[in-house]
């Protein structure tokens, strides 16, 4: 049976790590792209991590390329490519630059790949998914933005941390756009089932929302030099493993909206049923007053950043 294939545009930090957590799992064959300017180092990084097959114990092949023909008929296409945010940076303030970055790849890597499911990390993460929506004319079920599963992930390690407890017990219920204003939703947040709400204080709950609202800048910060990388490329080869497996797995992800929560054109994070088709359903939840305000402020902020779009 042929393998699977996953492409990975953009090798720098998110993308390489990417496919650091993906080759491990050996659910594909994997193509690291980057652009010309760079010849060399998506092939040295690619050399580097199929050295680590005999120790690591996997058979994965992988690719490193300037060059876009290896990417043909990709299952799976992942677009890490372009600026990250530095100290003092929002995401929004990535979009000039990004959206021609995004546009070029888009150009490039559909031609040879029209069927495959593409999951965008590029910031800012909602606007750039629509944009190569947009510019791809692919359906609305086979292209989807990763945000919520790491807004989840950081939300989950707080959680464990300040409840001292396995972060696999935990579970969390993050919507909203990947954005300061991103909504997490602590009745909806669990410890081995048990809702948060009512295993911590609302102080202590705040906190946690707010750490996992800033959660992003908070290693911009650290780092200095860029953002995360770790943390978003574990995310983002949960959702490709889930996809090539068809688990049906329900997570958080940015996805083209069409009514669903009110909301109308717009990308947008929501839990959705990922599949071997790509987005297979949109889970819709009954929000409360106060949820409701917070999701309205993260529409609000992703609109006026969309605007920013040259479409
Ligand atoms: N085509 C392909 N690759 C490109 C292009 C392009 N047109 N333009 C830039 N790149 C590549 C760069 O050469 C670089 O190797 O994208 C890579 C980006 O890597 P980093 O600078 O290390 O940035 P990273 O931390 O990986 O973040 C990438 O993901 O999480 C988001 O906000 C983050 O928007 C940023 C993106």
Redesign the pocket.
């Known amino acids: 049976m042929a393998r699977n294939k996953v492409t990975i ?9 990417t496919a650091h957590w993906l080759i491990e799992r050996e659910v594909a064959d994997l193509v690291l ?3 010309p ?2 010849e060399g ?2 092939q040295g990084k690619s050399l580097d991590m199929l050295q680590a097959g005999p120790v690591m114990g996997y058979d994965a092949q992988i690719t490193g390329t300037t060059s876009y023909e290896p990417t043909a008929n990709s299952d799976v296409v992942v677009i ?6 530095k100290p003092g940076m929002t ?1 929004e303030d ?1 979009v000039g630059r ?1 959206q ?2 995004i546009t ?2 888009i150009q ?1 890597v559909i031609p040879g790949s029209p069927n495959a499911i593409y999951i965008v ?5 909602d606007t ?1 998914t629509y944009l190569a929506y947009k510019v791809s004319g692919l359906p609305r079920e086979r292209i989807l933005g990763q945000a919520g599963v790491l807004d989840g992930a950081r939300f989950r390690t707080f959680i464990a941390q300040e409840l001292q407890v396995s972060v696999e017990n935990t579970h969390a219920f993050v919507l909203g756009g990947h954005g300061d204003e991103m909504v997490p939703l602590p009745r909806y947040s669990t410890v081995a089932g048990i809702p948060i709400t009512e295993l911590m204080t609302t102080e202590q709950i705040d906190r946690l929302v707010e750490r996992t609202r800033k959660g ?1 800048a908070e290693i911009v910060s650290l780092l200095k030099t ?4 770790y943390a ?1 490329g574990a995310s983002v080869a949960k959702m490709v493993e889930a996809i090539l497996k068809d688990r049906k797995l329900i997570v958080p992800c940015s996805v083209y909206l069409d009514g669903e929560y009110g909301i109308k054109d717009l990308f947008f994070g929501v839990p959705v049923k990922l599949g071997r088709k790509g987005v297979e359903q949109i889970v819709e939840i009954k929000l409360q007053p106060d949820e409701k305000i917070a999701l309205d402020k993260s529409v609000e902020l992703i609109r006026s950043t969309m605007s920013a779009l040259k479409l």
């Open positions: 545009v953009g090798a720098g930090n998110v993308g390489a790590t792209v980057d652009i300017q760079v180092m998506p890490t490519a372009g600026l990250a945010r995401r990535l990004n021609e970055i070029d790849v490039k990390v590029t910031n800012p993460l750039m992003g860029g953002s995360a990388y978003p």
